[in-house]
């Protein structure tokens, strides 16, 4: 049983150089020097048969096998501690930081944290906000929600929300020239995506050209927050949309919707610690609620 298996010492000298880029970083984690974690490194790219690496004297960095390998190593690693942590009565009271969009933050992520501490109320975490725009720095986030196609190599990416896109606008705009009538509406543009109005021009089967946008915003939330004021139509996610809808203050324009490619991942840094048990089952609660969503999109991921 178990004849492909690499010594679990190998593993985790790949495991932290990966996370790390640096054996002598990794060294200092393992407790070892940095010959002995590159000793280790090159024998379980002996046993595998392919390189895990690119080495140079400055830099260390994975291969493609590497990347690939990696997230498999790192999650058996997150699976046994938490088993150990549940099974062993391993409680560490830490605190847990989470850092996502603010739109995302406000308009998905609040509501589902109310729930998780009413069920555990002694669980710390700290919340942060971010802009798509700006340099990740996992160093201090154990949890990173961002919008992408999941392929970041500085962590573990899960799947969390995949939406659907659509315009909305105040009702009482909407009503001043029809719902079908987009081309009439001032347009509220929203920057970082890849779901464009001239696309959605498009899957609604409109010609002559896209008006300019009369506001450019970089989040969801102030988009939505204009067009309620009836400034504009905006065009954002459905599960961002679903409060305002309910509540009267905005309107779907239309039953056009654009699916992406794109979605949120929970990101675990490898910067951070992705062993760490507590952050590994929040990740996996919050992807738990999110399949329980029906405007999520990921109800079929495995």
């Not at 379980?44 to 493609?64: D, I, N, V, W, Y």
Request: proline content about 6%; glycine content about 8%.
């Amino acid at each position: 049983m178990y004849q492909d298996l690499p010594p679990l010492t190998w593993l985790r000298a790949f495991d932290a150089s990966a996370r790390l880029r640096s054996f002598t970083l990794a060294a200092g984690e393992l407790g070892l020097t940095p010959s002995a974690v590159s000793y280790q490194v090159r024998g379980l790219e002996a046993q595998l048969g392919h390189k895990l690496f690119r080495r140079s004297r400055k830099s260390l960095e994975l291969t493609p096998l590497g990347h690939a390998y990696l997230p498999v190593v790192a999650k058996a690693f997150v699976d046994i501690d938490a088993t150990t942590a549940s099974l062993f009565g391993k409680d560490v009271k830490s605190e847990i930081t989470i850092r996502c969009l603010a739109s995302l933050n406000i308009l998905w992520l609040v509501p589902q944290l109310e729930r998780f501490k009413r069920e555990f109320p002694d669980c710390k975490l700290r919340v942060l906000s971010s802009s798509w725009a700006e340099k990740v720095d996992g160093d201090a986030i154990d949890i990173d929600i961002r919008y992408g196609d999941g392929r970041w190599a500085d962590g573990m990416a899960v799947p969390l929300l995949r939406n659907k896109v659509i315009a909305v606008a105040a009702p009482n705009l909407v009503a001043s020239v029809g719902s079908e009538d987009l081309q009439e509406l001032p347009l509220i543009e929203l920057g970082g995506v890849v779901d464009t109005w001239q696309h959605f021009f498009a899957e609604m089967g409109l010609s002559g050209g896209v008006p300019e946008p009369v506001l450019k915003v970089d989040q969801s939330l102030i988009a939505l927050e204009f067009a309620a004021k009836g400034l504009g139509a905006a065009l954002v996610a459905d599960i961002f949309a679903r409060p305002y809808l309910q509540e009267g203050r905005l309107q779907r324009i239309g039953d056009t919707e654009l699916s992406t490619d794109q979605g949120h991942y929970i990101v675990l840094p490898f910067d951070r610690n992705p062993h760490r048990a507590d952050a590994a089952e929040l990740a996996r609660w919050l992807q738990a609620a999110a399949r329980q969503d029906p405007l999520s999109g990921v109800a079929d991921v495995p």
